[in-house]
């Protein structure tokens, strides 16, 4: 037998044939918490509202917007958790809908750059035309948002750690507390100095602040799409450790991509020495590919391929 496939965890047993759709997502230890956030951001959104329209702060509505699209996009985060934790269809996705918690975050960015784009032109038009603000009743508006944001933030600070789609959330929450600080700054300058232009420069450091952090997730996002290697995987080591077992003479079409975060996935063709090819050799060089690897790398799935000598030059280039 010239070629064999292993599935399994890496470092975790020699098991075979795990299916895609069994192991949750990262994502789905944080349901809970995602919940709570929503129900959060839907009272603060309601309060910054009322505060936006009897002070007549741009600031605090500005903060509102960042409160809206947290609660667009946490909802959106754990429609993406719902769909990607749904078992996996054999016949068309085979890894189910995982990648819906990726692209939930990047819509999350989408989402804050509109935001952000229309807090920085009505901010400059404030600018040109401030418009009177209340100092003491926006102060008051500004902490409750701001113990409200920093409820959210501790009860996702782990998970964005570890999961793109929450960090996605974690990163409007963040958003808005800092927001919440401008709108409690802004309004201090005007209650002791009575400089209104203290709010649009509030709203406009808002706005800037939200596009460093934005763009960043956007490129973890699309580097997840665009399949290339995880950061922490390092792909010549994987081909190194890999190289260094017994009787492998070369590996080829190896690579690694991610599906959704703490889902990394390998695959790699692995030329051995004949006398290996048997049935004994073949299974003892399964377990030490998963040896090797399981003991440095953290791969969800992996998949080996034992093959002789010469076999890769009959290999169709639609197979590589």
Not at 22 to 49: F, K, P, S
Not at 158 to 183: I, T
Not at 230 to 236: H, L
Not at 241 to 259: K, R
């Amino acid at each position: 037998m010239g070629a064999g496939h292993d599935h399994g965890r890496l470092g975790h047993g020699h098991g075979h044939g795990h299916g895609h759709g069994a192991r949750e997502t990262r994502g789905a230890a944080y349901r809970g918490r995602l919940w709570v956030a929503l129900g959060i951001a839907a009272l603060l959104l309601v309060g910054q509202m009322v505060g936006a329209w009897v002070t007549g702060s741009l600031a605090l509505l500005a903060d509102a917007g960042h409160v809206a699209t947290d609660a667009v996009g946490i909802g959106m985060a754990l429609a993406a958790i719902h769909f990607a934790n749904r078992p996996a269809d054999s016949e068309r996705r085979t890894f189910g809908m995982a990648r819906l918690e990726i692209l939930a975050a990047l819509v999350n960015c989408l989402l804050l750059l509109g935001v952000g784009g229309y807090i920085l032109v009505e901010s400059i038009s404030r600018l040109r035309e401030p418009t009177e603000v209340p100092g003491a009743t926006t102060i008051v508006f500004g902490v409750v948002g701001l113990a409200l944001n920093c409820l959210s933030l501790a009860l996702l600070m782990r998970g964005q750690r570890e999961n793109l789609n929450v960090r996605g959330a974690f990163l409007e929450v963040l958003a808005d507390a800092l927001g919440s600080v401008a709108v409690i700054a802004a309004a201090l300058v005007i209650l002791l100095t009575g400089w209104q232009r203290a709010d649009p420069v509030a709203s406009l450091l808002i706005a800037l602040m939200i596009v460093p952090r934005t763009v960043k997730l956007a490129r973890e996002a699309l580097e997840v799409l665009l399949e290339s290697a995880p950061r922490d995987v390092r792909v010549a080591e994987v081909r190194d450790h890999i190289l260094e077992l017994p009787g492998v003479e070369g590996v080829h079409d190896l690579h690694v991509w991610t599906i959704t975060s703490g889902m990394p996935v390998l695959t790699a063709h692995v030329v051995v020495s004949p006398e290996l090819l048997d049935e004994v050799g073949h299974e003892q060089t399964l377990h030490e590919l998963q040896a090797c690897l399981g003991g440095h790398f953290e791969v969800a799935h992996c998949t080996f391929q034992l093959e002789p000598s010469g076999h890769a030059a009959h290999e169709s280039g639609l197979c590589h």
